[in-house]
């Protein structure tokens, strides 16, 4: 079993920046791949970006690219996701995820196996 856990949510104005981190725990080891998805009210989860074992590889979803940027610890098991020039359409309850095959290009949520409990973004005007 693996545990992951997610911080560093809260309440930010448009424009502003937020920092989430994810904790995993447990059975984690090498050649995972970690990401992040998020769900808004009323719509589907979407996948928000992902990031390989070594971090050669790093996919994004268009919508945040160029603005967020994930990046991972592997002596401390964690991985972080820097949100900048975040604006309203950005408010998600965001989880952390992880995955033992395919790869940061596959944004299909079903191939991972481990989620977080989520932390929610909220951007205000």
């Known amino acids: 079993q693996v545990q992951l856990v997610e911080s560093g949510g809260g309440l930010v104005q448009a424009g502003g920046s937020l920092r989430l981190s994810c904790a995993a725990s447990?059975?984690?080891?090498?050649?995972?791949?970690m990401g992040w998805f998020r769900q808004a009210p009323g719509k589907e989860r979407e996948f928000v970006a992902a990031?390989?074992?070594?971090?050669?590889?790093?996919n994004y979803a268009s919508s945040v690219l160029g603005r967020f940027t994930i990046s991972r610890d592997n002596a401390k098991n964690t991985v972080d996701l820097q949100m900048n020039s975040l604006k309203l359409e950005d408010t998600a309850v965001y989880y952390c995820?992880?995955?033992?095959?395919?790869?940061?290009?596959?944004?299909?949520?079903?191939?991972?196996?481990?989620w977080g409990q989520g932390t929610q973004v909220t951007v205000s005007s």
């Open positions: 447990g059975r984690t080891f090498s050649s995972n791949v």
């Open positions: 995820a992880i995955r033992y095959s395919g790869n940061a290009y596959d944004s299909r949520g079903r191939g991972y196996d481990y």
């Open positions: 990031i390989s074992w070594g971090g050669g590889s790093r």
